[in-house]
């Protein structure tokens, strides 16, 4: 079974409402994880980039089964097949 | 100036430079002389109670700062509230050279408080007892007028003050919602505040370089035009509604799900559609009061709050039904975030078989306004739920199914798919609140690291809390398209062309110095840890999404929080905070 992403609002219409990827059986790190996603959706990269800092995101939420990923160790969080993986957009306007 | 309304006492008050260099003006004198002058343990709704009525040093004489801060102790929560409007209200009281009024003991017979260059008076106004706030709004129309409705009358616990509301407003009318702040003017027998100003610009800002005061004018106003107005939309903040259905955190049947299917319904695009005018508040060129008309139904400032917690939370998928809804509870004078809470609250305890001898279902509009009159004139159940969510609860042994923290019921974003609003509700200092962090706004970069969100509740709370010392609207840094950094470097030189000394730092400090001194009041009454906490149903996954907080998360990004605020771990401000924070001597 793959990782699911499913993505909400202005990210669904960037990439879709959902990706399935597998990863190596013994998981892969987020930061390694999501720079995949980058290169195959530049356009993500308005809300989440990966520079010398790390993982940085402006106003996304990432949650990996339903928890939020800083309580599962953040970009070093291990990614396994099987999890989904839920990225909610910032809120604009009001 | 000081009303006391036991005696009818009139009087003006110098403020000390050294209070208005350590706390400015809007939320910070107000949360100072409430800590100074509010007895603890005191009954809110008593003559020792005090309301706090504040203006910013910067409002008429820069663009934009026309808000208006009512602050006293909540009858809600028994703990410290303010709540901002709009309006014109500010503007006027700086014209009337005064940055705030104290409002203080009780009258015996229902009174207003009118201010003009020729008399400031307290007249008695039986004649008005009962009126709606577009009543009020009516009868002084040549006036800045600052009222409530019948609810406010009637101690509604969550009855609001409300500014400028009348038919076909000529300047957007402003609403300090929560808390329940009208209820203190009601307990007080004070009906209303009718306000003209006399003095002009020039006359408010002797000694002030006019070159320079154009050049951050004209600076302020670019970026506004270029950064701010573009992400105003239709008005309001009704564009979040999409956002937010999208993301799935709209709270729907009482938050027990994130979405609903027919969102588009009440979303902006929808609204834009009826949309009729739209109104701004003096001196400001962001036009953010919308006027809606469907049908026979006309409407005025629909808010995403208002849509979201008495739309798809009760089910209702209509915009005539929230229109109607809207008009109600701004007439009588009630707030929208409370009363979408409670109804909903009802709703589900009638749902699950727990309420007997009352039948409501979701979605049954013309039920729900029934429900909000009984409430605002304590008819029946309505008696019960005036009292507020948890008080209700409590009465209707039903603790389960709420939605508050420190009895403020929690607004319009659901905390389990936007997790970094859990901590900005739990530490919030007027209790369930999203306004002091708005957590999930773009504005700024942070790490995935879970001192990042900590850090980011912790700026923003102390940012805002500076910001509403001048008092700056809430719909212009929230909605700048770029970091809003330049734009409150702008702030800090306005303030300073007053005499003020501040630079970045300095105002974040000044924030940091109300943010602790609010908590202080709250710790007075008694609050701790133990307060700091999430309604119960955000500990359960949702059934739509699996969506959760576990309380070990959450209690890890408390006990961080409580080390960057240089809190005990009990939540209380520890003494070298006070002493780095100049607190100490309080």
Avoid at chain 1, 23 to 37: A, M, Q, T, W
Avoid at chain 2, 528 to 538: A, N, W, Y
Wanted: with cysteine.
């Amino acid at each position: 079974m793959a990782v699911i992403v499913r993505f909400y609002g202005a990210l669904k219409e960037i990439i879709g409402e959902r990706l399935e990827l597998e990863v190596p059986s013994d998981g892969i790190l987020f930061v390694n994880f999501i720079s995949e996603i980058l290169q195959k959706h530049p356009l993500l990269s308005k809300y989440v980039v990966v520079t010398e800092k790390g993982v940085e995101v402006k106003g996304v939420t990432i949650l990996v089964n339903g928890r939020h990923i800083v309580f599962l160790g953040g970009e070093k969080a291990v990614i396994r097949n099987g999890d989904t993986i839920d990225i909610l957009p910032p809120l604009h306007g009001g | 100036m000081r009303v006391d309304l036991s005696s009818d006492k009139i009087e003006e008050e110098e403020l000390t430079d050294s209070i208005v260099e350590k706390f400015i003006g809007g939320k910070g004198l107000a949360a100072y002389l409430m800590y100074k002058e509010i007895k603890p343990g005191i009954d809110p709704f008593s003559p020792e109670n005090k309301l706090f009525i504040f203006a910013g040093p910067l409002a008429f004489i820069y663009p934009t700062f026309v808000r208006t801060v009512v602050a006293s102790k909540s009858p809600l929560t028994g703990l410290f509230c303010d709540s901002y409007a709009g309006g014109s209200f500010a503007v006027e009281l700086r014209r009337a050279g005064y940055i705030g009024i104290v409002i203080e003991g009780k009258s015996d017979k229902l009174k207003c408080l009118k201010i003009t260059r020729e008399e400031k008076r307290l007249f008695e106004c039986e004649q008005l007892r009962g009126k709606t706030t577009y009543e009020v709004g009516e009868l002084f129309r040549e006036y800045s007028v600052l009222t409530i409705g019948p609810a406010g009358e009637n101690r509604v616990r969550f009855a609001g003050v409300y500014i400028d509301w009348r038919r076909n407003p000529t300047t957007r009318p402003g609403v300090a919602g929560r808390g329940g702040l009208g209820a203190i003017l009601g307990s007080k027998n004070l009906k209303a505040i009718v306000l003209k100003g006399w003095f002009r610009v020039d006359e408010l800002t002797k000694g002030v370089d006019r070159s320079v005061q154009r050049d951050l004018i004209d600076r302020y106003l670019k970026i506004i035009e270029e950064d701010v107005m573009p992400g105003i939309g239709i008005g309001g903040n009704l564009p979040v509604f999409k956002v937010s259905a999208e993301a799935k955190i709209l709270p729907t049947k009482n938050f027990q799900l994130g979405t609903h299917e027919l969102w588009r319904e009440l979303a902006d695009e929808a609204w834009a559609k009826v949309l009729v005018n739209r109104i701004t508040c003096p001196t400001c060129p962001v036009k953010c009061g919308t006027t809606i008309r469907e049908g026979g139904f006309m409407t005025e400032r629909i808010e995403y709050e208002t849509v979201a917690m008495n739309g798809p939370n009760l089910l209702i998928l209509d915009r005539r039904a929230l229109m109607l809804i809207n008009n109600t509870l701004n007439a009588l004078g009630m707030d929208t975030i409370t009363t979408g809470s409670i109804l909903a609250f009802v709703t589900e305890l009638c749902e699950r078989g727990l309420l007997k001898d009352y039948e409501i279902s979701w979605g049954e509009v013309d039920s729900y306004v029934k429900l909000i009159y009984d409430t605002a004139y304590r008819r029946g159940l309505g008696d019960i739920l005036a009292e507020g969510l948890a008080r209700a609860a409590k009465i209707l042994n039903a603790e389960e199914y709420v939605l508050h923290i420190k009895g403020l019921e929690i607004p319009a974003y659901d905390p389990r798919g936007v997790v970094g609003m859990t901590l900005a509700y739990a530490t919030a200092d007027r209790g369930g609140d999203h306004l002091r962090a708005w957590t999930v706004g773009a504005e700024v970069t942070t790490k995935l690291t879970l001192e990042d969100l900590v850090n980011l509740t912790k700026y923003l709370q102390d940012r805002n809390a500076a910001l509403w010392t001048l008092i700056a609207c809430d719909n212009i840094p929230s909605n700048a398209i770029r970091p809003p950094d330049e734009m409150i470097r702008i702030y800090i030189k306005m303030l300073n062309t007053l005499g003020l000394n501040y630079d970045e730092e300095g105002f974040l400090k000044l924030g940091e110095r109300i943010y602790n001194l609010t908590r202080l009041f709250n710790v007075r009454e008694g609050v701790r840890r133990k307060d700091d906490d999430l309604p119960p149903r955000f500990y359960k996954p949702r059934e739509d999404t699996g969506w959760v907080i576990t309380r070990e998360d959450f209690e890890k990004m408390l006990n961080l929080y409580y080390t960057k605020r240089g809190w005990s771990s009990d939540g209380v401000p520890l003494k070298e905070t006070l002493e780095r924070l100049g607190l100490h001597d309080l």
